[in-house]
Each structure stands twice: as C-alpha cells, then as structure tokens.
Nanobody, 113 residues
Framework: QVQLVESGGGLVQPGGSLRLSCVAS????????MNWYRQGPGKERELVAS???????NYVDSVNGRFTISRDNAKNTVWLQMNSLKPEDTAVYYC???????WGQGTQVTVSS
C-alpha cells in the first residue's frame, strides 16, 4: 500500500521560508513525475510544482522564483523549498503524482504576521 507522508509545515511570517518534505513508502518514486499541490481555505486543490524522474522542474506562475522542488530517488523523498512566503501561500500542502496515489494528510503552511 502506497503511503505519502508530508511534513515541515508551520506558521511563518511573510517573507519567511519553510522546507516541506514528502516521504513515500510502498512504491518507488523514481518511476514518476512527482508534484506538490496545495489547497487554500475555500479553494480547490492546485498544482504548485512538478519534478520529473530526471529532475526537470515546472512551477505555477504564482510561486515561480520563490519555490524550488527537488527529489532524492534513493531516499524516496521529494522536497519543496519555499522562500519569500506570502499570506496567499497559506494552504495545506500535499505531494502526489498524476494520476494520484491515495492522498496523504498534507502539511499546513500558514503565512501570517
């Protein structure tokens, strides 16, 4: 059974940074493009960043230049480094592939002064 466990969220002031982690078990992520998604209050889940097995990355415009997705296939882990955080980045963040495995619980990121 595939399990995705996200961590690293928290409360941070605008302009601050966080690094999110996603550890996968029950599968080998080297096979897949892995994504970070987020779901803000009252909003639908949106794709934020993607990374192919070879390391090619893509970002939604709103985070481009501020967020960096990376992966370590040997550790079955994907990270999301988030810098220059803004209040509108407040959301629950999830990792997954498309089509998705079962969703993890996500990790809450709150950007507020």
């Amino acid at each position: 059974q595939v399990q995705l466990v996200e961590s690293g969220g928290g409360l941070v002031q605008p302009g601050g940074s966080l690094r999110l982690s996603c550890v996968a078990s029950g599968t080998i992520i080297v096979l897949y493009t892995m994504n970070w998604y987020r779901q803000g209050p009252g909003k639908e889940r949106e794709l934020v960043a993607s990374i192919t097995p070879g390391g090619r990355t893509n970002y939604v415009d709103s985070v481009n230049g501020r967020f960096t997705i990376s992966r370590d296939n040997a550790k079955n882990t994907v990270w999301l480094q988030m810098n220059s955080l803004k209040p509108e980045d407040t959301a629950v963040y999830y990792c997954n592939k498309d089509p998705a495995f079962a969703w993890g619980q996500g990790t809450q990121v709150t950007v507020s002064s």
